[in-house]
Every structure is written in C-alpha cells, then in structure tokens.
C-alpha cells in the first residue's frame, strides 16, 4: 500500500517558469490537501479537495491552481514561479469525515521546490 | 486563526517527561497532533474530539478541553526517539470544516541521552 506519493521530491525552478507538483493516493480517501512549510514554521494550507471536481482555496492559494478529475490524484499547478514560493510542499489525504475533522490526514514525503 | 503552542522548544534528557500546550482562540471540534522528524513528513499521533476526553498511545497522552480551547501533549519517560517537531491542528466548532485543520507553529523537542 503506498500511501500518498508525491513526485518530483525536489525541483529548482527558474523564476517566471511554471510547473505541476502531482500528488496520488491509493486509499480511495475522499479528501485532499495541498500544504506549504516554510523553513522552522508549520503547515499553511494552500488548497483542498472534498470530491472529484469540488476544489476550494486555503489559507494561501495566491500563485497557485489545482484541479481534481479522479479520485486518485489532486496536482498543483504554480504558474508564474515566483521566490516567495521557495518551500516544501505536502500533499495529504483523508478518510471523508462530514462536516467535522475527525479523520486523520496521511502525508505524502513532500516536494521541495527552489525558486531562483 | 493559527493556534498558539507552548512552549517553542523544549530540551529534556532521557526518561524527563514533557508537555506541549496549544490553545486556541475560536470554538474547536477537534485537536489533532502530529510529529515531524527533519526533511520527513509529519506523522500523525492522535485525534481528541470535542468531549472532553483524554487519549492515550504507548507513553504518549493527550487532553482537550473544548471548554477553554486548548489542547496539551503528554510525553512521559521521554526517548530519544520522541526528537522532533509536534504540531497541533485545529478544526473549529460550527462550521463546515470539511477535514480542514490550522496547525500551530511548532514545538521542537529534543531529548538528549
């Protein structure tokens, strides 16, 4: 069972370039979640999924796009790389859980992307 | 709103116990912690829904009281591998939440032998 897969797990991108970090689980979880660590803080969330074709922003989506057509796989689209945006990135699913938080998120290893 | 955990850091020696607050400002659903060890993903360690109710995992607690919106971490007879970043998350109470949690800052917890 591999759990939540991330690829690339690194990347430097040159800035103004665009890239898609992909993210897959095979849990068949419901919920999706994109996330930002910046060096020593915790996680912000950038965008979420509840359902194939039902995306919704986070906490910082600015600069940042997703889309969600199966189950399986929620990418995240940068479009204009910008330095700011230099940061892991994680990608974590969970069970469906209502309207309340009572399932766990499962994290994938993390890509970690570098904007010069 | 971002929780606020206490303390930032924390630097025990084999066997000291530990507890890592993290309080909130609005109403909460449910509290969830997770350990991150450098460069891996967070871990996740255990969920307390609104209830009040205390949960345990091996030598490691936890309490909630929605009461006064906060959370706190009991690590007893602390090892080595217990080194790493706890993070809380936060769901709110009254309101569609959908799974989506407000972690904390972090606090950084390192055990010496």
């Known amino acids: 069972n591999a759990g939540v897969t991330q690829t690339p797990k690194f990347r430097i991108l040159k800035i103004g370039q665009s890239m898609t970090l992909q993210c897959t689980q095979d849990?068949?979880?419901?919920?999706m979640y994109w996330y930002r660590q910046d060096p020593g803080m915790g996680l912000k969330l950038i965008y979420y999924s509840v359902g194939a074709g039902i995306t919704d922003k986070g906490e910082v989506p600015n600069g940042y796009n997703v889309s969600r057509s199966t189950t399986e796989d929620f990418p995240l689209r940068l479009e204009l790389a910008a330095p700011s945006q230099t940061s892991v990135y994680f990608c974590?699913?969970?069970?469906?859980?209502?309207?309340?938080?009572?399932?766990?998120?499962?994290f994938g290893d993390g890509t970690r992307l570098s904007i010069l | 709103q971002q929780p606020v955990q206490s303390p930032q850091a924390v630097i025990l020696r084999e066997g000291e116990d530990a507890v890592i607050n993290c309080s909130s400002s609005?109403?909460?659903?449910?509290v969830h912690w997770y350990r991150q060890k450098h460069g891996e993903a967070p871990v996740f360690l255990m969920i307390l829904l609104k209830g009040g109710e205390q949960k345990g995992h091996d030598k490691i607690s936890a309490s909630f009281n929605e009461k006064k919106q906060q959370s706190s971490l009991y690590l007893t007879a602390s090892q080595l591998s217990y080194s790493g970043t706890y993070f809380c998350?936060?769901?709110?109470?009254?309101?569609?939440?959908?799974?989506?949690?407000?972690f904390g800052q972090g606090t950084i917890l390192t055990v010496h032998p």
């Open positions: 998350g936060t769901a709110s109470a009254g309101g569609t939440s959908y799974g989506k949690l407000t």
């Open positions: 609005k109403a909460l659903y449910s």
């Open positions: 974590a699913s969970s069970p469906r859980a209502g309207v309340y938080s009572n399932q766990p998120q499962h």
């Open positions: 849990m068949n979880h419901n919920y």
